[in-house]
């Protein structure tokens, strides 16, 4: 099979195409025949930073490291005790997260209970850049968030992976919902359903809003979650994407009274099954703006490494 194997943390150009053996399956495995892959900004921090790499594994960090967790695919074969999947089966999935979920490679192992079925109104690409960013959408949203019919609810980057799920994961529950971009991404978060749109661009949003219920806060900058603290109101839910902030957030949660909530995405199958739920019934769709094709795989994680990227990027495998 192909894969790109990353030779050493640092830029794209340490993904290296190798022609290397399938995996062999284990039992409650399935090997994958991949359709397509969802890249995403953690596949990024991985590939750039020793130390993310080391967390992700937590410390066992294998000779041939191989990275990506999204994907979507054909079951070619179910290992021994896999009763819930068999080859021909359409899928889809997040990988071992945290951990490594090898999918950059043309054949994956994936343990079989962390795949499900992959609904019949998501083409392959859809699927596959669906599983990570809306998981963690939901469980921003859902999970942590507690969002609720009729409250305000700020997202920060509506115009991205997780903002663009996030975005009608709270519509669905009947929020009224705020999303930042910049405003060439306008239309598409309008598009989506948005009650308000800041540029954030053109005047800081902590102007122009207060009693904020919940923001969900997908920025990587402490400053900008300490700014969106500011717009709560007492008793309102801060939900943001790198939990390792706490520490420094922490004293000013307190401060103005509200909670603060730190997401890490795992491969639940519970969440999934709940996104498919949502995709089925037609409450939300995957908006992939960019396909690169399996040897372009290094320019489509650069396209999220820009952080301009709008919905979701996917890679094609044939
Ligand atoms: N903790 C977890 O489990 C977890 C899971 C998934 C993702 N994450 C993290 O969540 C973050 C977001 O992920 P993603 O996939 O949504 O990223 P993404 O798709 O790459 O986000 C790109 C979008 O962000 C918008 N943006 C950039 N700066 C902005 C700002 N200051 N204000 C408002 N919008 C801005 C851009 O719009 P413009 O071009 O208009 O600026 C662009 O559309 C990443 O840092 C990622 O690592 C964490």
Redesign the pocket.
């Known amino acids: 099979m192909e894969a790109y194997i990353l030779e050493q943390n640092g830029g794209v150009e340490n993904l290296k195409k190798t022609t290397i053996a399938s995996p062999h399956i284990k039992a409650n495995e399935v090997l994958i025949k991949t359709k397509a892959i969802g890249i995403?900004?953690?596949d990024v921090?991985v590939r750039n930073s020793k130390d993310f790499l080391g967390m992700i594994t937590q410390g066992n960090i294998p000779q041939q490291v191989i990275l990506g967790w999204d994907v979507a695919g054909v079951v070619e074969q179910a290992g021994e005790g896999v009763d819930n999947l068999k080859p021909g089966d359409e899928v889809y999935g997040l990988l071992n997260m945290p951990g490594l979920g090898n999918t950059y490679a043309t054949y994956v192992a994936a343990s079989a209970n962390q795949l499900i079925r992959k609904p019949a109104e998501l083409d392959f690409i859809a699927a596959g850049a669906t599983p990570?960013?809306s998981m963690?959408a939901w469980q921003a949203v859902v999970t942590l968030g507690k969002v609720k019919k009729g409250e305000k609810v700020l997202i920060?980057?509506a115009?991205?992976?997780?903002?663009h799920f996030a975005l009608q994961i709270a519509k669905h529950i009947g929020a009224y919902v705020i999303g930042?971009?910049?405003a060439?991404?306008e239309r598409f978060v309008r598009a989506l359903g948005v009650d308000e749109f800041i540029d954030?661009t053109v005047q800081p949003f902590e102007k122009q809003l207060q009693d904020v219920d919940v923001v969900i806060d997908?920025?990587?900058s402490v400053e900008?979650v300490q700014r969106s603290i500011s717009v709560l109101k007492k008793g309102g839910r801060l939900v943001y994407?790198?939990?390792y902030f706490q520490s420094a957030i922490e004293a000013q949660l307190q401060a103005a009274e509200v909670s603060g909530y730190?997401?890490?995405?795992n491969s639940s199958v519970e969440v999934l099954t709940e996104i498919s739920k949502l995709i089925r019934e037609g409450h939300i769709l995957p908006k992939v703006t960019q396909t690169f094709s399996f040897d372009q795989l290094p320019a489509a994680q650069a396209a999220?490494e820009s952080?301009?990227?709008?919905g979701k990027v996917a890679v094609s495998v044939n």
């Open positions: 995403n900004p953690i921090q990570m960013a963690t920060h980057a115009s991205g992976g997780v903002g930042t971009a910049s060439k991404n954030y997908t920025i990587n900008h994407l790198q939990p730190g997401v890490f995405v999220v952080g301009r990227a709008i």
